[in-house]
């Protein structure tokens, strides 16, 4: 690839391309090679100008490091059908000032031209307004903006002043184009937020020996062909063809249907549908990237029908007013027999404002909620998040810090403790979960191998796994699950050692051999630092009772609730029991936001009003959820989130106050002949824009959070 580094600072570099030689795709190529490479903090492109500008990391990478990366774009990257098949065209970006400077050219234009073409010209474009204001009648739609904007140019026609009718109707034109512009400006910011690049998938490929490898690589390099690995809990990132493993499929987000689906072998699985429970292998049909894309388009535009009541009362109350439009211009009439001045009063409607400046409202709101790393997943869900009153949190993972600590092992029936981690690791490996990954991590620090040697693991939703290893049964699990469901035989000292772990908050993991526990695990899982901060804040703001149910044992429930300051707690709690609660709380007419992380949090998410998941959740449970919070920010997304929604009500509400008070002293105005009907209409378009403008303020900006 043939390039020019324009300039070049520590840690920053730009660099220019040849805009004939490399095509808008390859370069959207080359920025995806480019941004998965180590050190690489920011990498952007700039098609217009042919230019990648790049921030890195001047511990791990320098500039010759970057130089060797472009040198290295080669036709064998840049010019591979399949590569490019795998990113997305770059769109290009729409002009507004371009779109209007040739509108208004071409209406002034007209006026210079021959009689006859003025008259086709005309025609052609005053036709379809007044036919759209027709259409409306005939349907029964008489209040509506649309036959308000025919009526106007139809009495300007009709009084023979034709340069008015072309005047209004160009007017319009500019309105309508600003408002699709607007829209589709907060609806693309809004994609590209959401659109991450950095989902992370498993790869399976061959090392030099040519034995099976797995790797974690970002889904924007997934090509067809490739085969992932996908288990419980994950969600497929891809359309593809089950090469081996069988696992249970919930299709809801394709089908509808809430009943998973078996799938083995040579059965098609899709992008967006969750592995309830399972291990299968997946050979890409279509590339992650273009069906993720699909899926973050197809959730904002179902979110879209997700309106909030301020939204839905704006469109009710513009509908409303017309007839005070018609009432007022037909008064107007009657009294003073005055066209200009009716066609001034047709001329302003609040129906513009205010069905335009309520969604753009709610857009920008999930834009701002998806620059703090929050994806909502539609504005009622902001709505609902600021009128509840009830949170019910989970406990690990969710109050608790995202990464619990094994702070003891305790082995039984001759096993050395290593030997019980090594057992552990094994089996929980498979498992995105805070206490799962503890494990894991703590025989890693020891470097203690675990191969997997265990035959299929069984995943039992809030108890446990089951496998087999050397022909004999394990389970590693809750107390509940080893002790009450599965009937275990108890150590001498486990009295003493849930004493321990109930005076130090601590969580218990027990692993267990044909019924009989071999070793328990002693996890440490401290609360959250903004924790009780957070709560307190929710408190302020309005939530009157703070819950945590946790599956956790009395005593770690109880110290954790302590520590954060929590109203209420519920211990030793199974799936179930949340959704019971959440529902009791509902039937109350309580308003309920549920926020978890695991896969057992997932029923209880559905079945809040608001269903919030932690950043680093399960696939499935982000799935679920109606929010998903940032990793980084914790439970402080929540509070955000709440304060979000509260000021996108205030805000779409205070802006329809204004729009009303706005457009009747315009009316006025022109009924006391004061403006003429085309000022009318341009004040009318510039107030509606500056209401749109103002719609996309940020909101967090004006609140300390």
């Known amino acids: 690839m043939n390039f020019t580094v324009k300039h070049s600072l520590p840690g920053r570099i730009r660099i220019c391309y040849n805009k004939n030689q490399i095509s808008k795709r390859q370069a959207a190529l080359a920025y995806s090679l480019l941004s998965v490479q180590d050190g690489m903090n920011s990498v952007s492109v700039n098609y217009t100008t042919a230019s990648f500008l790049i921030y890195y990391d001047t511990k791990i990478i320098s500039e ?28 290009e970006q729409q002009s ?11 209406h002034y234009v007209k006026a210079i031209l021959p009689l006859p073409v003025r008259i086709v010209m005309r025609t052609l474009s005053l036709g379809p307004r007044i036919l759209n204001g027709v259409e409306h009648l005939a349907k029964g739609h008489v209040f509506h903006s649309e036959v308000l904007d025919a009526s106007a140019i139809s009495m300007a026609l009709l009084t023979h002043d034709f340069k008015t009718a072309s005047n209004i109707n160009f007017l319009l034109n500019i309105g309508d184009t600003i408002e699709e512009f607007t829209k589709k400006k907060s609806y693309s910011d809004l994609a590209d937020r959401l659109i991450s690049q950095n989902d992370q998938v498993q790869l399976l490929g061959k090392n030099q020996n040519g034995e099976t490898t797995e790797k974690t690589v970002p889904l924007s390099m997934i090509k067809k062909g490739d085969v992932l690995a996908v288990r419980t809990g994950n969600v497929i990132p891809v359309d593809g063809t089950v090469l081996r493993g069988e696992a249970l499929v919930n299709q809801a987000t394709i089908t509808g249907e809430p009943l998973a689906v078996e799938k083995r072998e040579g059965a098609s699985v899709f992008a967006g549908t969750i592995v309830q429970e399972g291990e299968i292998f997946v050979e890409v049909r279509e590339t992650g990237k273009h069906t993720k894309v699909q899926n973050i388009l197809q959730m904002i535009d179902n979110s879209q029908s997700l309106k909030v009541s301020s ?19 037909l008064a107007t009439f009657l009294v003073t027999r005055n066209i200009a001045k009716v066609m001034a009063t047709l001329m302003v409607d609040y129906s513009c404002a205010m069905k335009l400046d309520a969604p753009i409202a709610v857009l920008s709101a999930m834009k701002e909620a998806a620059s703090n790393g929050i994806i909502v997943k539609g504005g009622k869900f902001l709505e609902n998040a600021s009128l509840a009153d009830t949170v019910v949190f989970d406990k690990t993972g969710t109050l608790t810090n995202a990464k ?30 805070p206490i799962a990954s503890a494990i894991v991590k703590a025989a890693k620090d020891k470097n203690i191998l675990h191969p997997e040697e265990h035959a299929k693991v069984e995943y039992i939703v809030a108890h446990g796994i089951a496998t087999t290893l050397h022909g004999k049964n394990l389970l590693i699990g809750s107390r509940h699950f080893i002790f009450e469901d599965e009937k275990c035989k108890a150590p001498a000292d486990l009295e003493k050692i849930q004493k321990d772990a109930l005076e130090n908050g601590m969580s218990l993991l027990y692993l267990a051999e044909e019924k009989t526990v071999i070793g328990i695990f002693a996890i440490n899982d401290p609360v959250r630092e903004n924790a009780a901060k957070i709560i307190k804040s929710l408190h302020e703001s309005g939530i009157k009772n703070c819950v945590m149910i946790t599956g956790d044992d009395e005593g770690a429930a109880k110290n954790a609730a302590k520590l954060t300051n929590i109203d209420h707690y519920i211990s030793r709690a199974l799936p179930e029991d949340k959704v019971e609660y959440v529902k009791a709380q509902k039937e109350l007419g309580h308003k309920v936001i549920m926020i978890g992380d695991g896969i057992n949090d997932a029923p209880a998410l559905s079945a809040a009003d608001t269903g919030i998941a932690m950043g680093d959740c399960a696939d499935i449970t982000g799935e679920t959820a109606d929010i998903v919070l940032s990793a980084d920010d914790g ?13 996108m009500m205030k805000k779409i509400d205070s802006n329809n106050k204004n729009i009303v008070a706005v457009n009747t002293t315009l009316m006025f105005l022109g009924l006391f002949g004061i403006i003429s009907p085309s000022l009318a209409a341009v004040l009318h378009n510039a107030s509606t824009v500056a209401f749109s403008v103002n719609a996309m303020k940020p909101l967090l900006g004006t609140q300390e959070v």
Do not use: W
């Open 64 to 91: 010759k490091h970057i130089r060797a990366y472009f040198m290295a774009l080669s036709g064998k990257y840049l010019n591979n059908r399949e590569m490019l098949e795998a990113v997305e065209e770059p769109r």
């Open 96 to 106: 507004l000032l371009f779109d209007i400077a040739m509108m208004t050219a071409m």
């Open 311 to 329: 939204q839905v009362r704006s469109e009710n109350l513009a509908n409303h007013l017309v007839k005070y439009n018609f009432m007022l211009s």
């Open 404 to 433: 619990p600590q094994l702070a003891e092992i305790y082995a039984y029936d001759g096993r050395k403790k290593d030997d019980v981690l090594a057992i552990a690791a094994c089996l929980e490996e498979h498992f995105a979960h």
């Open 635 to 647: 439970l402080l997304g929540l509070y955000k989130t709440r304060a979000l929604g509260s000021l």
